[in-house]
């Protein structure tokens, strides 16, 4: 069983940055891809960004060229730079784990950014 617990949500104004942070605890961390997510209020969750073992990267067209995520395997953590925030961006803000799908889950970390 894996943990991961979020850090790093708030508020902020429209046009500023926030760093997510999330611990894992697995001593296995950097075999795992690690994702995160967001779930908006009355909508799906998806996924914002996502990084391999390989430390390859993938976003979502929304977060391309706004968010950066990166991981510190000897920390067992994975970062998401939120720069230029929206109010679109406004959501629960998960943590994820896995190897070929994400199987673990963090507890959501609140983002809110106001106009």
């Known amino acids: 069983q894996v943990q991961l617990v979020e850090s790093g949500g708030g508020l902020v104004p429209s046009g500023g940055s926030l760093r997510l942070s999330c611990a894992a605890s697995t001593r296995a961390f950097n075999l795992y891809t690690m994702g995160w997510h967001r779930q908006a209020p009355g909508k799906q969750r998806e996924l914002v960004a996502s990084?391999?073992?390989?430390?390859?990267?993938n976003y979502a067209d929304s977060a391309k060229g706004r968010f950066t995520i990166s991981r510190d395997n000897a920390r067992r953590t994975v970062y998401l730079q939120m720069n230029n925030l929206k109010p679109e961006d406004t959501a629960v803000y998960y943590c994820?784990?896995?190897?070929?799908?994400?199987?673990?889950w963090g507890q959501g970390t609140q983002v809110t950014v106001s106009s």
């Open positions: 990084i391999t073992s390989g430390s390859t990267t």
């Open positions: 994820a784990a896995g190897i070929q799908r994400f199987d673990y």
